[in-house]
C-alpha cells in the first residue's frame, strides 16, 4: 500500500491501459489526416456501401408508403385507441429524440470541459443528431391526426385570433424540438465550414469544386477569419449545452404533466435526460464501431474512444438506473393505491415481459462494462450498444404503454397492440436514419480534419510527447 | 507587374511555429497590412497584426436578450392582452410556465444573431479572393500556413517586401496578382 503510495511512477508506467492509449495514432501529420479522412468522400463507391445505401432506400420507401396511407386513412390503421392514445408513435418521437442527445453533448459538453478526445467522434455524432432529430419531429406531426393543420403549432396570426397554450408542456416541446433541430444545424454547420474549403481544394473536378466552393462561402483560413469563427463556435457549445439539457427535460414534463400514474413524477426530467445520453452514447457507438473498420479511422477513433464513450455509458445508466428505483419506491411510499397498482402492473401486467427485458437491456448487461477488458472489446461493445438500443426503445414503450392502459378505473382499461402499419412506420424511420448517415458518409468528410489537424499540432507539441506514444503500447 | 497590379506578396511556410515567427518579424520591421492564413487556428497570430478582439459575444449576448425578451412577450400578450382566458381562476401572467418557451427563443436568437455576425463580419460568402489565384494555395487547408503583405501597405515595395520575406526562410516567396 504505502509501496505504491510512495512510487507514483510504478503507477502509471503500464497499469492503466486508457492513460497510455493515445486519441490520435502517432505518425500522423497535418498532410495525412488530411487525405485520410478527405480521401474516403472522393474514393469509388464501393459495392458494399451502394447494397447498404440501397437496402436503407427501400426501407425508406416503406416509409413513404406507410406515411402516404396515414394520410389516406388516418391515424386509425395505428393500435391506438382509448385509453391507448399515445403508442408507437410517441414511443419512437421519445427513442429518436433520446438518440439525437449524444450528439450535441459530445459537441458541447465536452469542448467546454476539453476533453480532446471528442475530436474525432463529434462530427458524425453530429450528423447522427441531426437525422435523428429529423426522425423524432416526424412522428408527433403524423400523431397530430390532421397533419395538414400541423402549423396550427406554430403562433402565427389568423382569422381566429388563436394562440397555442403557452402553458402546456407540449407546446414548449414544439420550441424545444425545433429550436434543437436548428441550433444542432448551424453547430454542424459552422463546424464544417473549413472542412468543405478543404473538400473545394482537394477536388480535381469542376462540379464537386463547384459545389463544396460554395458551401465553403470562401473560407480561406484567414487567422482574424478563424479568431471569429472560434469565439463564435465556442458560444454556440455554450449554449447547445443547456439546451441539450432543456430538450428532454421538457419531452419529460410532457408526461410528468399529466395526472397519470406512472407518469406524474418529479424525477421525470433528470431521469428522461440522463436515459436520452445513455442511449444516444450507445447509437455513437453502434455507427462508430463499424466505421472504423469500413473507413480505416482505427487510428483516429481509437480504443480509447471507445472506451471513454463506454464510461460515459456506464455513468448514465446508473443514473437511468436510479431512475427506475425511484419510480418502484414512489409507487409504494405514495400510498396511493394508482401508483402502487401500476407499478405492480409494470411486474406482472401484461407487458411485464417488456419491463424484464429493458431491466435487463438497460441496468443487468452494461453491468459488464466495469471491466476494462470488455470496454476495450469492440465486438462485445458494439452488441451491447444494439442491446441498449433496444432496451431504451422498451424503456419508452413501457413508460407510455403500462401507464397509459390500466390508469384509475378499471371500466376504462384496455390493451394496446402495434399494427402492421405501426411497425412499417417505424422501421421506415430506421431506414430514413441510416440512409441519411450513407449519404453523409459519403459526401462530407467524417471526422472534423480541422480539429484533428490541431490535434495533431497539439499531440506534437507537448501535451502527449511522441516517446509515450509507442506502438507497442497501443491495441 | 507594378505594386498597383499586386495584391501582395505572400510567404509559404511549413509550420505554425514558422509562420508564427515570421509574422513577428513582418511587423517588427514595421508591417501592419498582412493577413495569415492558416489550415487550423494558431494562436497569437491574429494578435500580431492588430487584431485583438471581436465583437462576436456582444451579438450572441444582444441576440439572446432580444430572443428571449420577444418570446416572453408573446407569451405575455397573447394571455394577458390579446385572448386572456380565466381557467380555473389562474393568473393570466403565470410567468413561471413561460420560462421554458422563453429560454428556447433565447437560445435560438442567440445563436442565429452569432452565426450570422461571424459570418458578415468574415465578409462571407466571397466567392473571390486574391489569394485563390495561387495554385499553391490550394493547401493553406490541408498543411500550408501562408503569410500575405498587401500592397495596400505603406511600407510596401515590390523588391524590399520580397527580400524581407526570403529571408525568413520559407518555403517559397509569390507574387500575388490583384
Not at chain 1, 463556435?233 to 439546451?243: D, N, T, V
Not at chain 1, 436510479?322 to 405514495?334: H, L
Not at chain 1, 476495450?376 to 441498449?388: A, E, G, T, W
Request: net charge neutral; glycine share 8%; with cysteine.
Amino acid at each position: 500500500m504505502t509501496a505504491t503510495a510512495e512510487s507514483p511512477v510504478t503507477i502509471s508506467s503500464g497499469q492503466d491501459m486508457t492513460q497510455v492509449i493515445p486519441v490520435l495514432m502517432p505518425g500522423a501529420t497535418y498532410a495525412s489526416v488530411t487525405d485520410q479522412i478527405g480521401g474516403i468522400v472522393q474514393r469509388p463507391l464501393t459495392w458494399l456501401w451502394i447494397m447498404a445505401f440501397g437496402i436503407t432506400f427501400v426501407v425508406v420507401m416503406v416509409l413513404t408508403g406507410a406515411i402516404a396511407y396515414l394520410l389516406l386513412r388516418g391515424v386509425g390503421i395505428w393500435g391506438i385507441d382509448i385509453p391507448v392514445a399515445w403508442g408507437f408513435a410517441i414511443t419512437n418521437f421519445v427513442w429518436w429524440i433520446g438518440i439525437g442527445h449524444a450528439g450535441t453533448f459530445i459537441s458541447a459538453m465536452l469542448l467546454l470541459m476539453r476533453q480532446n478526445w471528442r475530436t474525432s467522434i463529434n462530427r458524425f455524432a453530429e450528423a447522427m443528431t441531426l437525422f435523428a432529430v429529423a426522425c423524432a419531429g416526424m412522428f408527433p406531426l403524423m400523431h397530430l391526426g390532421r397533419i395538414k393543420f400541423f402549423y396550427w403549432l406554430a403562433p402565427y396570426p389568423n382569422t381566429m385570433a388563436l394562440w397555442p397554450q403557452f402553458r402546456s408542456a407540449l407546446v414548449w416541446d414544439v420550441f424545444a424540438v425545433s429550436t434543437y433541430g436548428l441550433v444542432s444545424l448551424i453547430f454542424w454547420y459552422v463546424g464544417l465550414i473549413p472542412d468543405l474549403a478543404t473538400m473545394r481544394d482537394r477536388s480535381r473536378n469542376r462540379f464537386t469544386w463547384t459545389i463544396y466552393g460554395m458551401m465553403a462561402m470562401g473560407w480561406r483560413g484567414d487567422s482574424r477569419h478563424w479568431l471569429r469563427y472560434q469565439t463564435a463556435y465556442l458560444l454556440l457549445a455554450g449554449l447547445a449545452a443547456p439546451l441539450v439539457v432543456s430538450v428532454h427535460s421538457i419531452v419529460g414534463m410532457d408526461f410528468s404533466e399529466a395526472q397519470l400514474p406512472g407518469w406524474h413524477s418529479t424525477i421525470f426530467p433528470p431521469y428522461f435526460v440522463a436515459g436520452a445520453i445513455f442511449s444516444g452514447f450507445a447509437m455513437v457507438l453502434t455507427l462508430a464501431i463499424p466505421m472504423r473498420s469500413l473507413f480505416g479511422f482505427k487510428n483516429l477513433i481509437t480504443i480509447r474512444h471507445i472506451d471513454n464513450c463506454c464510461k460515459l455509458m456506464l455513468v448514465t445508466e446508473l443514473l437511468v438506473a436510479y431512475g427506475y428505483a425511484a419510480e418502484v419506491y414512489t409507487g409504494w411510499y405514495s400510498g396511493s393505491v394508482y401508483e402502487s397498482y401500476m407499478t405492480m402492473n409494470r411486474f406482472i401486467g401484461p407487458y411485464a415481459p417488456a419491463y424484464w427485458s429493458l431491466i435487463f437491456c438497460n441496468i443487468v448487461a452494461p453491468q459488464i462494462l466495469w471491466s476494462r477488458r470488455v470496454r476495450q472489446n469492440v465486438i462485445i461493445v458494439f452488441i451491447l450498444s444494439l442491446v441498449i438500443n433496444v432496451g431504451m426503445w422498451l424503456e419508452r414503450f413501457m413508460i407510455i404503454i403500462t401507464s397509459l392502459q390500466r390508469d384509475f378505473l378499471p371500466s376504462s382499461w384496455g390493451m394496446y397492440y402495434p399494427t402492421f402499419w405501426d411497425w412499417a412506420t417505424f422501421i421506415g424511420t430506421l431506414g430514413l436514419f441510416f440512409c441519411m448517415f450513407f449519404l453523409f458518409a459519403r459526401l462530407l468528410p467524417a471526422i472534423s480534419i480541422a480539429e484533428v489537424r490541431e490535434l495533431v499540432h497539439e499531440t506534437a507539441g507537448g501535451s502527449v510527447p511522441p516517446s509515450k506514444m509507442e506502438p507497442a503500447n497501443v491495441i | 507587374m507594378s505594386s498597383e497590379t499586386l495584391y501582395g506578396m505572400a510567404a509559404e511556410f511549413d509550420t505554425p511555429e514558422a509562420i508564427l515567427e515570421a509574422a513577428r518579424v513582418v511587423r517588427r520591421y514595421g508591417y501592419r497590412e498582412a493577413r495569415t492564413y492558416t489550415p487550423f487556428p494558431v494562436g497569437g497570430l491574429a494578435e500580431i497584426f492588430g487584431f485583438e478582439r471581436t465583437w462576436i459575444p456582444a451579438f450572441f449576448l444582444a441576440g439572446g436578450i432580444f430572443g428571449a425578451a420577444g418570446g416572453f412577450f408573446m407569451q405575455w400578450f397573447a394571455n394577458v392582452v390579446h385572448l386572456p382566458w380565466d381557467i380555473g381562476g389562474k393568473p393570466m401572467n403565470s410567468w413561471p410556465a413561460f420560462i421554458p418557451i422563453t429560454f428556447e427563443m433565447g437560445i435560438l436568437f442567440a445563436a442565429l444573431t452569432g452565426v450570422t455576425a461571424m459570418i458578415v463580419l468574415n465578409r462571407l460568402p466571397q466567392p473571390f479572393h486574391a489569394m485563390f489565384q495561387l495554385p499553391a494555395f490550394e493547401r493553406a487547408s490541408r498543411d500550408r500556413f501562408f503569410l500575405c503583405i498587401k500592397s495596400t501597405d505603406p511600407q510596401f515595395s515590390r523588391e524590399k517586401t520580397a527580400d524581407l520575406l526570403k529571408s525568413l526562410h520559407p518555403l517559397a516567396v509569390l507574387e500575388v496578382p490583384r
